[in-house]
């Protein structure tokens, strides 16, 4: 009998690959798809950090890197946290990994015992209660509704914290609400934090460069709370590099020794050339990051605008990365022919099959009132997009 272990018959597949995959297949067929289902800028690589590559090759950067690293690359990373978040690391406290989703995972399986619960604000990217399964822990939700602009309160939170309590994963800016959490939001949310022994932050602040409020502010950044944040960070969004694989944490020395020996044993350090091209990265001018961001931010007012142009939606004003998330439960119970949409996936379905964009049901993202649609692609296909939504849901009755 094959039988896979308990560990994975626990988890659940990746919701925003599976609609994507979908997404191929009608593709191949030869139907004309719009994909907005996966978070990834469609920019290439600037050419700057292209040469980089290109130059690391001739130079002879291939072999094994040390586990967190190369100690240039952790060096200006800690610079960039010193300019641009006014945090201080030492290149000790940084490790390296395949990506921001692997630092991620490397800082749950260091800090969570089976038993011990995992705050996670809903809506979450999907992975992070697949994460804390994984750890043997237990994913505790806390809603944030888009009547309160998708961001959990103080008071949400406090409420949440049991003497079980030992992790909390804040997005900001967020996937897949495009919420930013303000400085004055996350001032409250230290409070609360701090006044709690034994409990640590994930600050998961890939999207902090695809922002509209103009200032990213870091959990860590408040009194107290450098001592329990892991910092996350990489290179992925802000310099469309999702290919690349190179993400890092920046944490407290003795969490930051737990990763490297968990890193040590199943990944050892990341490609050696990807660490060369993302040094070049952070520490080149910087103008091609606020380029893609202007355009991301054109994209978002363009989407809004058409969204709030579809009856039945309800839509709020992301102010970061690059997501529209409406709320869509006013077509539940609603039918097309043979066809009743009784969720968000049978909407995300709907939209795929017979509007040929594919979006993905907020089901997988905990609130299954919404689904969200990436804004990562031209002005010509958010307008054709929306377009064939709205006459799609249009057909509902």
Known sequence: MNTLSNRLQNLSPSATFAMSQKSSELKAQGVDVINMSVGEPDFNTPDHVKEAAKQAVDDNWSKYSPVTGYPDLRKVICEKLRKENGLEFTPAQIVVSNGAKQ????????????????????????????????????PVFVEATIEQDFKITAEQLEKAITPRTKLIILCSPCNPTGSVYSEEDLRSLAEV??????????????????????????????????????????????????????????????????????????????????????????????????????VFQRRRDLIVKLAKEIPGLEVNVPQGAFYLFPKCSS???????????????????????????????????????????????????????????????????
């Open 103 to 138: 630092a991620i995972t490397n800082t749950v399986l260091t800090l969570v015992n089976p038993g011990d619960e995992v705050i996670i604000p809903a809506p979450y990217w999907v992975s992070y209660p697949q994460m804390a399964k994984l750890a043997e822990g237990v």
């Open 331 to 397: 077509f539940f119970g609603k039918r097309d022919g043979d066809r009743v949409i009784n969720t968000s996936t049978d909407l995300a379905m709907y939209l795929l099959e017979v509007g040929h964009v594919a979006t993905v049901g907020g089901d997988a993202f905990g609130s299954p009132e919404c689904f969200r649609m990436s804004y990562a692609t031209s002005d010509e296909n958010i307008i054709e997009a929306l377009k064939r939504i709205k006459e799609t849901l249009a057909r509902l009755k």
């Open 193 to 294: 934090i701090v006044k709690h022994d034994n409990l640590y932050v994930i600050s998961d602040e890939i999207y902090e460069h695809i922002n509209y409020i103009g200032k990213h502010t870091s959990l860590a950044s408040f009194p107290g709370m450098k001592e329990r944040t892991v910092v996350i960070n990489g290179v992925s969004k802000a310099y469309a590099m999702t290919g690349w694989r190179i993400g890092f944490s920046a944490a407290p020395d003795w969490i930051t020794k737990g990763i490297n020996m968990l890193q040590g044993q199943y990944t050892s350090g990341p490609c050696s050339l990807s660490q060369k091209t993302a040094q070049v990265a952070w520490e080149s001018d910087q103008q091609c990051v606020e380029d893609m961001r202007v």
